[in-house]
């Protein structure tokens, strides 16, 4: 059946309004920042590392006490007071210039643990993702090697060879074996990335292994790899704490959470409870805190969930 032609009328040009963006454009991080504004507990994790940071940098300096400062006549064991916001110890040292003092040395250990995840897992686990191959079978079993030796075995080695029980030896032993889950993270990236058009362009364009791993592979990573390094900041500082809980870490008259948490443990036969729970207070908090800002990236950073 044929509709005739007076039943039709041409539709009117709107090129204007066809131009018209429904949205406003924005990038990638754009998009991520945005969403990770409207987790609440990621912006409350972001807000806890920050002051954690903030704290730890001038804590120390707002009492006018060192953090080896003894005082052993009337100064020992005395409660949070005006003075003494989070009292004192047995040895008469104030405890909350030692919290802020601890605080430096687990940010310092998690930060390089970050660090060196960055550094040698990336680069491990994207040489062995793109080379495939034998290659990537020798590089990966001796990532198995490394995976079966346990910290505390690997610090108790170190102090004997070194000699000398401090922060060194465990800042050494994260980064021996700390960078694991970061090179089997970036490798399965990788293995499903080498074989996306975009590397395959690259290729037949003549771009080099270095190009290619640095200006598309790693790039289209960056998300899974930022996520990984906040949950490595908190599974750093905790290991640092209980290896000088341990005795193993910090030693004396260095100020450490674990040191502290271990000096304290008398205390539950006593009622100097401060000297226990502060150090342990802010020791949950900190491990919550990295934790809540790393759910929040993981969130953000899935492209699954953009809208």
Known sequence: MTMPAERFESAPKRQAAMEVLRRPSVTYWQDVWRRLRKNHLAIIGLIGVALLIIMAIIGPYLQDYSYYEQNLGTGKNLSPSGEHLFGTDDLGRDVFVRVWYGARISLVVG??????????????????????????EVMMRIVDVLWGL??????????????????????????????????????????????????????????????????????????????????????????????????????????????????????????????????????SMTLLVFNFLGDGLRDALDPKMRK
Do not use: C
């Open 150 to 283: 346990p910290y505390l075995l690997i610090v108790i080695l170190i102090l004997v060879v070194m000699d000398d029980p401090g922060l060194l030896p465990i800042l050494i032993a994260l980064s021996i074996t700390g960078w694991l889950n970061m090179a089997r993270l970036v490798r399965g990236q990788i293995l499903q990335l080498k074989e996306q058009e975009f590397v395959m362009a690259a290729q037949t364009l003549g771009a080099s292994t270095k190009r290619l791993m640095l200006k598309h592979l790693i790039p289209n990573v960056m998300g899974p790899i930022i996520v990984m390094i906040t949950f490595t900041v908190p599974t750093a500082i905790f290991a640092e704490a209980f290896l000088s809980f341990l005795g193993l870490g910090i030693q004396a008259p260095f100020a450490s959470w674990g040191t502290m948490i271990n000096d304290s443990l008398i205390v539950i036969l006593m009622d100097d409870w401060w000297r226990l729970f502060f150090p342990a207070f802010f020791l």
């Open 111 to 136: 930060f390089a643990a970050a660090l060196m995840d960055l550094l040698i897992g990336v680069l491990w686990g994207g040489i062995a993702g793109y080379k495939g191959g034998r290659i990537d």
